[in-house]
């Protein structure tokens, strides 16, 4: 059964940094899309930022361009999203999420609507204030 645990929002002011983590268990995360989505009150769930975990490929939000990172740690299967330059807009419900094989590959990279990823998990809150 695969299981997906995040951890390390919180509160910040804006401009501050919060490191997002993501550890799966059940789950190998060779040859895998593994992506970042949040979800603000009264908005749509978006995608953030997903990677192709072999040979690193990353794709991102316009809106969080020059300012966060993905990475992973296969050897420990965690997912990272490092959050810098931090803004109130950024405030949101942050989860995890990753695909069965292959269901989010594309050319380039991995997909980044949400149903294109199967497993997720129970979200993590960050809250950027002004």
């Known amino acids: 059964q695969v299981q997906l645990v995040e951890s390390g929002g919180g509160s910040v002011q804006a401009g501050g940094s919060l490191r997002l983590s993501c550890t799966a268990s059940?789950?190998?995360?060779?040859?895998?899309?593994m992506g970042w989505f949040r979800q603000a009150p009264g908005k749509e769930r978006e995608g953030v930022a997903r990677?192709?975990?072999?040979?690193?490929?990353?794709s991102y939000a316009d809106s969080v361009k020059g300012r966060f990172t993905i990475s992973r740690d296969s050897a420990k299967d965690t997912l990272y999203l490092q959050m810098k330059r931090l803004k109130p807009e950024d405030t949101a419900m942050y989860y995890c999420?990753?695909?069965?094989?292959?269901?989010?590959?594309?050319?380039?990279?991995?997909?980044?609507?949400?149903?294109?990823?199967?497993?997720w998990g129970q979200g993590t809150q960050v809250t950027v204030s002004s």
């Open positions: 999420a990753v695909e069965r094989q292959g269901r989010a590959r594309i050319a380039g990279g991995c997909s980044r609507w949400e149903y294109n990823y199967d497993y």
């Open positions: 059940g789950y190998t995360v060779s040859s895998k899309c």
């Open positions: 990677i192709y975990t072999d040979g690193g490929i990353t």
